[in-house]
């Protein structure tokens, strides 16, 4: 699995929706997706908004604990997703973490727990997820808005100047209470910057 892969993906997509152009959310992995097709598409981004990642190289190793934590999980005798929530806290401290993992998992109709994410695929790949997609040329030039969390590491100060380099129009914001899951931990917050643009 590679960002271009991804892209390929999003692009046969929206294809198949019939969406010429819209505006681009991504959180994350999602925001590295978001940040290619912007750069690679210009044409079929109206407005771009990047939530907690900037365009440069990343090593998560509390990603590799969650990994950890959702590889070990013994789906077989699991009753609910509180009760993932409790297995996870010894790999996985941060409690908003531990619930956004979880709403990764689904109950099949047999009443069997499963993962809704190929799960070996992407532990796999988190190396090469963890890279800068995006190539020096790479620009968008449309109206780009990156949420930073406050209490979060994923965009610095430092990272303001390559954010710029590829995305001249950008506008930083930071939601102040957040860390790196705005989205679930200051929701209103993170909505009211999103449509404030």
């Avoid at 960002?3 to 959310?25: C, K, P, S």
């Avoid at 996985?92 to 994410?117: C, H, M, Q």
Wanted: glycine fraction near 8%.
């Amino acid at each position: 699995m590679t960002y271009e892969v991804l892209l390929d993906d999003l692009l046969g997509w929206l294809e198949a929706q019939g969406i010429e152009r819209a505006t681009f959310v991504g959180h994350s992995m999602g925001g590295k997706v978001a940040m290619l097709l912007a750069c690679r598409h210009p044409q079929l981004v109206e407005r771009l908004v990047v939530v907690d990642i900037g365009p440069r190289d990343y090593f998560w190793p509390g990603h590799r604990q969650s990994f950890a934590a959702m590889n070990e999980l013994d789906l077989g005798d699991l009753r609910s997703r509180a009760e993932a929530e409790l297995r996870f806290e010894a790999r996985v401290p941060s409690y908003p973490l531990r619930k956004f993992l979880t709403t990764n998992l689904d109950r099949a109709e047999s009443g069997e727990w499963r993962w809704l994410i190929n799960l070996p695929v992407l532990t796999t790949a988190l190396p090469a997820l963890e890279k800068n997609p995006l190539i020096p040329a790479d620009c968008f030039a449309g109206p780009t808005l990156f949420l930073a969390g406050g209490r979060s590491t994923y965009i610095e100060p430092a990272d303001h100047a390559a954010i710029r380099a590829h995305f001249p129009a950008a506008h930083v914001e930071t939601i102040a209470g957040s860390g790196h899951n705005p989205h679930m931990e200051t929701r209103a917050a993170f909505v009211a910057a999103v449509l404030r643009g």
